[in-house]
């Protein structure tokens, strides 16, 4: 299976998930604002928590460069719930139960942990402009740094550096 990765400069597909509280979350609804969207495989694993909660530390950076940010995985909205609270994050996490956003950016795939094999969801970040345009991605994120490199770039591309 071919992973198929939206380019920068694509336009970012359309997605309608449930959020945390249960209501609609939609793509489209957020064009005029920058969205950070960062795809991961379960609420409350090691590296999931840690990117969590790095996002949560610098989620008032993020909103100082009037960008949403978005975690989606395929957990439920019970286990979104579970985790904001376990964890005080201050994050929208969006339940993608069918994985339709996930295989829309490519986020799904065969991955190696533990020395098997498996499909599974494979931890990738896109930053989508106020246009609804791919603007940066993240294929394959290693999550120590990750969140201060989102920032980063999105400082850039708002300053119209690529």
């Not at 991961?40 to 969590?52: H, L, N, R």
């Not at 791919?134 to 294929?139: D, K, L, N, S, T």
Request: aromatic letters at 8%; charged letters at 30%.
């Amino acid at each position: 299976m071919t992973r198929k990765i939206p380019r920068e400069g694509a336009a970012a597909p359309a997605f309608c998930l449930k959020d945390q509280n249960a209501k609609d979350v939609c793509l489209d609804d957020m064009r005029g604002k920058w969205v950070v969207l960062y795809f991961y495989p379960k609420d409350d694993t090691p590296g999931c928590t840690t990117e969590a909660c790095d996002f949560t530390e610098r989620i008032e950076a993020f909103g100082m460069l009037d960008a949403t940010v978005l975690g989606v995985s395929p957990d439920s909205i019970g286990s979104h719930e579970r985790f904001i609270e376990k964890h005080s994050l201050r994050l929208t996490l969006l339940s993608d139960a069918h994985r339709e956003a996930i295989e829309a950016y490519g986020a799904w795939g065969e991955k190696r942990t533990y020395g098997r094999t498996a499909m599974g969801v494979l931890r990738s970040t896109f930053i989508v402009d106020p246009e609804g345009r791919v603007a940066a991605v993240w294929p394959d994120v290693e999550v120590k740094g990750h969140v201060f490199d989102v920032q980063e770039r999105l400082e850039a591309l708002r300053a119209g550096r690529s």
